[in-house]
C-alpha cells in the first residue's frame, strides 16, 4: 500500500491539494490511502466532512509548549498510515498530471527515498524555480523538503523519523539523516507539484525562517560546516555582509575610496543581483538578506 501523508493547520487550500490528490490516486488502483493529519481543532471540519469517505482524517492536538508542531505531525502521519511507501505533499499544493505515479515508481523497483520538482503556483512568487529546476537534474540529491517526497518506511525507521526538537527545518535534517545512513534521494524531475508561497511579506517571514532553521541544521550536523562556504555560501556570506556593513558605511560617509575593494561592499551585492535578475533583483537580495539576519539571530539566541 501507498500513504499520501498531508499535514494541514487552518489551510483551507487543503480542499484544492485533495481534490487533485485523489483524482491521482486513481492511477494506481485502490493500494493507495490519503492521510490528513490536521491541527486546526475543527476549524476544517466542512472540508473533512465532504471528503470523509476518501480520506483518513487525523485530528492532531499540538503538545503543550510546542509553538510550530510541523515534524509532530509527519511522524503522527507516518505513525497512522498504513502503507509501506510514503508520500508527503502539503496543503496548497497542487501536483501536476502525472505526479504520484512518477514520484513511487523508483520506489516500486529499487529506490528508497524519491524527490520531485516544485515550482511556483500560476501567479505565486518563484523565487526558488531555478534553482529547483537545477537542483533536480543531479540524479541524486544532497537534500530534499517534504512538501513533494517519498520513502520507503524501512528508511524512515532505520533513522528514527522526524526530529521534533525542530520547528522548521526538520525535513532537510531528516533527508541530512537519510544520506549520512547511506540512502540515495533520487531525483524525480517528472513528479511537478506547485505550490502558492504567498506575497513579499510572508515570503521574507519564511526566509528569516529558514535563515534560522539552517543555522540550528549546522549546529546539528557540525561536520557540514567544513564544506558550508563550498556548499552553501548564502549562509555566510550574506551574515558576515550584515555584520560588516555598519563598518562599511562608515568607511563611505569618511570618502574613502578603498571602500570599494571591501568584501563587505554593497557593491559586491550587484554581482548576486544581475544573476537572479529574471526572478527580480530586488527581491532575491531583501530574501537573501533576511536569511541572514534569521543565521544571526539563531546564533545570538542560542
Not at 30 to 44: H, T
Not at 99 to 123: C, I, K, M, S, Y
Not at 271 to 296: E, I, K, Q, T
Request: net charge positive.
Amino acid at each position: 500500500m501507498i500513504s499520501i501523508v498531508i499535514i494541514s493547520k487552518d489551510e483551507a487550500t487543503l480542499e484544492g491539494t485533495l481534490t487533485d490528490v485523489i483524482h491521482q490516486r486513481g492511477s494506481l488502483g485502490e493500494s493507495v490511502e490519503i492521510v490528513v493529519v490536521d491541527a486546526s481543532d475543527g476549524r476544517l471540519d466542512d472540508i473533512r466532512m465532504r471528503h470523509e469517505t476518501e480520506v483518513r482524517w487525523v485530528q492532531f492536538v499540538r503538545p503543550r509548549g510546542v509553538r510550530v508542531s510541523i515534524p509532530h505531525q509527519r511522524n503522527a502521519g507516518v505513525r497512522a498510515a498504513l502503507g509501506e511507501v510514503i508520500v508527503f505533499t502539503d496543503a496548497g499544493c497542487q501536483p501536476e498530471r502525472g505526479w504520484l505515479a512518477e514520484l513511487v515508481a523508483p520506489l516500486l523497483r529499487d529506490e528508497h527515498v524519491t524527490a520531485g520538482l516544485t515550482l511556483a503556483a500560476p501567479g505565486s512568487t518563484g523565487l526558488y524555480d531555478r534553482a529547483a529546476r537545477q537542483a533536480v537534474q543531479s540524479r541524486y540529491l544532497t537534500e530534499a523538503a517534504t512538501i513533494n517526497l517519498a520513502f520507503r518506511r524501512a528508511a524512515y525507521d532505520a533513522i528514527g523519523g522526524f526530529d521534533e526538537d525542530f520547528a522548521y527545518g526538520s525535513d532537510v535534517d531528516f533527508t541530512w539523516r537519510l544520506t549520512d545512513a547511506g540512502f540515495k534521494i533520487r531525483s524525480v524531475p517528472s513528479a511537478v507539484v506547485r505550490h502558492d508561497w504567498g506575497g513579499r511579506r510572508r515570503q521574507l517571514r519564511r526566509s528569516y525562517a529558514y535563515g534560522k532553521a539552517r543555522m540550528r541544521l549546522l549546529k546539528k550536523h557540525r561536520p557540514r560546516l567544513l564544506r558550508v562556504l563550498r556548499e552553501d555560501p548564502v549562509v555566510v556570506v550574506y551574515p558576515v555582509f550584515l555584520l560588516g556593513l555598519p563598518f562599511t558605511v562608515l568607511l563611505f560617509f569618511l570618502g574613502l575610496p578603498l571602500v570599494l575593494f571591501s568584501p563587505l561592499s554593497p557593491a559586491l551585492l550587484l554581482v548576486p543581483a544581475w544573476r537572479n535578475r529574471s526572478n527580480g533583483a530586488v527581491r532575491v537580495l531583501a530574501d537573501h538578506l533576511v536569511y541572514g539576519l534569521g543565521v544571526l539571530a539563531e546564533l545570538v539566541i542560542r
